[in-house]
Structure formats: C-alpha cells, structure tokens
C-alpha cells in the first residue's frame, strides 16, 4: 500500500441492512479517514483481499456468521487490528465475553451515533500509538542495532551516539544519572555492540554488599578464608574473563574496595580473598553510579586516582523528566509488554491522565514508570484510565501545563530552559485550545491563527492526539 494511502485511516465496518451502512459510513468518515461497509462477514472477509483496516466495526447479528464466531474469525485473520463489536442491547456479561474474543469494545445499535465515534477514535488513537512506537523501535534498532533501548529524545539519541562510539574499543565507560534512568540497560547496550558481545557480561550493584562480601563476590575466595568458606569460588572478575563487567553503584563502595578494585583495572591481576597466587583476567569494564563523584573525592569518600581511571569515556543519562517527549512512547511500550506478559488487556489513556503523567517529574525515572504501567495494567485493564485513577502527588504537581505552569530544570542553561519554557507555554495553549474545540482540527487552526499543517507538525512535536480530546 503506497504512503499517502496508508497516511489515510481505514475502518471497515460490517453490517446488515443498507440504511445501516450507510448512515454509519457517512458518521465515520472524516477528511483522513476511509469507510468501507461490507453486509455479510462473507463480504467483509473478500473486502479484506484489497484494504488493511485499522479498525473493524462489526455486527453480532450477521446471517452467515451471527454472535461472537465473527469476532472469533476476523480476530484471526486481522491479528492486532482493534475490533469493536456491535449488539442489540449488551448486557455486561456479553461485554465481558466479547473482549475475552478479541473485541475492544462492545456498542448497542441504540446508542451507536453517541458511542460509536468515541469507540473508534480511541481505538484509532492506540493504532496510532503503537506504529508510532513501532517506528522509533525499529530506527533505534536500524541506526544503533540496539534491542533493549529506544527513545526519540535529542538528548537520549546523542546518548546513543557515544554508547555506538566506544562500543567497539574496549575503554572504560563511567555511567552518570539518577537511580532508575537505565544505566544497565546502557552497559548491556555497549556490550552487545562489542568485540565481546559473545562473551559473558556479568553485572553486580556493589551497593547491595557490605565491603567483606563485595571482596569476596567480586574477587572469589579459597577454601577456609573466613568462616563459611567451604570451598573455593570464583569471583566475578573471573567469571566475566573475556567479556564484561558492569559495577553497578560504584560510588557506595568502601576505600579498602577502591584500592583492589584500581589494582585490578591497572593490572588486570588479583588474588581471591584468602589467597596467594595471582589471578590474570582480560575484562572491559563498565561502571555506573547515581553519587557525585567529584563531591566524594572532595570528602575523601572516593579515591581520585580510581575516579580518572573509571572516568576515561563518560555517559551521562536524563532523567525522564528532561525528556518528557519520550514519556508516552515508554508507557505505551510497558503497557503492551506487561499486558501481554499477564494476559490483561492494557487501559486506555485518557487525555487528562496523561497530561498528569507528562507533567509529573518521575524521580524514580524509567524504573518507576514501569512500575505505575504494571500497577495501571493490574488495576485498570481493559479500562480507561482517567486522571482520578493516578496516585496523588502525580496529580498534585505545581506544574500543570494546562493551567499555563512552567517547569524550570536548574540542571541545564539559561538557554536550555528558555527555550524548554517556550514549549511548555506553546503546547500549554495547545492543548486548552484542542480541548474547547473538542479535538477538531480545523477549528483549533483556526482558533490558534496557524495553518492546519503546522497545526500537526506541533501536535507531533509535544505528543498531542486529537482523538484523546473527543468525549465519547
């Protein structure tokens, strides 16, 4: 299918009596929007040979195929298109058992022209999401051949940019950023571009020790070097020979760890605990830390000759908060995997929702913004959630962008937060204008004083659908 078609949404819908059709074509059509009707799920099935719904509208009561069998055959044969099921008077049973086969949403023949719209924009909404997620996964992938990473941030995407430089020497990488930003998955990154992507990587979070475990862990031990040693074991120095370490939380290490750690680096030799002979290891290592490190090694807490050392190629993270334009890109990716992963369906955003999620600063970062997609999946699947369904310091931020607030980041230039702040107010009017012009396009053109094409471009640029703007 040629571009400019597939820029076009198409919905199919399949239904009984011509009238019907009709009246529900000319309901759902819209200047970028394609409506096909088919009367039979014969007819819808032949129509399938020539167009890719988005989204299919389909009757329960068809001759040839009545109840939830249709739902059954055209789930299978259309995989992830969304399906929104039409019946005489759904009772909440029937509801519950047509998303059990696949539908997405169950409208009566009664209240179609009042549901239907807000059913099948929503529905288009999502399809939208995941090719847009689908998209920047497989350009991370093509650009970087990263698998676990993606991100459409300025600021993420320079990350990428060094984690493709160094990759392939075997310098040691010092990763920066606050806890829960992906400095793992980073390291993994490096490792999997590597000459040594096909030996082992080894991670540790040094944090979780206290300094005689963490020697032990890292360096092994023999048989008898302190009580317990049954035996003796390797450390995982070893363990990564030929690969990579990760040291996780660097920074939270004792001065005694700090020395045998540099000894290591600058040798590659070391002695288990409790031992006599050297052990010679050839390992890349990569280390990570959310601690000021130029603040401890002012307070005698890090040694600043391992600190020059670590701190050959530096990478610093973002927290998410510095890239919010990532925010729905993330959660939709985490809504899928986890609903996938616990068989629920994911909920529907609403529009207030998020706005509250975009605005809220996330100090536990990537990591927590998982977490909240797993509790919203458990908590709200197959449902809508609404902005009352978030926890309450998300909606309880000083910073709401449609009541004009302004977030100022004093981790970056005056420059940086100029320009930040003008895109806070812009996409501030946007979305109060979107709202009183309940998602219509040409209307809110109008109303902001821009061209509808300019329109789109800023409604890309801050992650804004007018579909979320519709009530059902």
Sequence with gaps: MDTERRQREVVLVVKTGQVARQQLKSQLR???????VAGTAAEGMSA?????????????????????????????????????AMTETPSVGQ??????????????????????DGSVDRALAEVRHRRQLDL?????????????????????????????????????????????????????????????????FIAVNCGAFTESLLESELFGHEKGSFTGAVGRREGLFEMADGGTLFLDELGE???????????????????????????????????????????????KRFREDLYYRLNVYPIFLPPLRQRREDIPLLMRHFLDEIGEEYELEPPVVAADALESILTYDWPGNVRQLRAM??????????QRLEREHLTPDMTGQNFRPDLGGIYVDDQVTM?????????????????????????HLGQTADAAGITRRTLYTKMKQYGLDAGDFRDD
Excluded at 95 to 116: I, K, N, P, Q, T
Excluded at 373 to 382: D, S
Aim: proline fraction near 4%; charged fraction near 30%; glycine fraction near 6%.
């Design 30 to 36: 819209g200047p970028q929007r394609e409506v096909y």
């Design 48 to 84: 399938l040979q020539h167009i890719e719904p988005d989204v299919v509208v389909l009757a329960l009561d068809l001759p040839d195929l009545p109840g939830l069998r249709a739902v059954d055959i055209f789930r299978d044969r259309l995989d992830d298109v969304p399906i929104i």
């Design 95 to 116: 509801a519950v058992e047509a998303m059990r086969h696949g539908a997405v949403d169950v409208v009566s023949f009664d209240d179609a022209r009042e549901r239907l």
């Design 136 to 200: 920047v996964q497989q350009d991370v992938k093509d650009r970087y051949g990263f698998s676990h990473l993606m991100s459409q941030s300025p600021r993420m995407l320079k990350v990428f940019d060094q984690i493709r430089s160094v990759a392939g020497t075997d310098a040691t990488v010092l990763i920066r950023g606050e806890t829960g930003t992906g400095k793992e998955l980073v390291s993994r990154a490096i490792a999997e571009r590597s000459k040594r992507k096909d030996k082992p």
């Design 253 to 299: 290490t004792s001065l005694n760890v700090q020395v045998n750690l540099l000894r290591v680096l600058e040798e590659m030799r070391f002695r288990r605990v409790g031992g006599r002979e050297p052990v010679r290891v050839d390992v890349r290592i990569v280390a990570a830390t959310n601690v000021e490190l130029e603040q401890a090694v002012k307070e």
């Design 373 to 382: 997609c797993e509790r919203w999946v458990i908590t709200r699947a197959g």
């Design 415 to 439: 420059k940086e937060n100029t320009a930040r702040m003008l895109g806070q107010v812009e996409r501030s009017y946007l979305y109060q204008v979107l709202q009183r012009c309940g998602g």
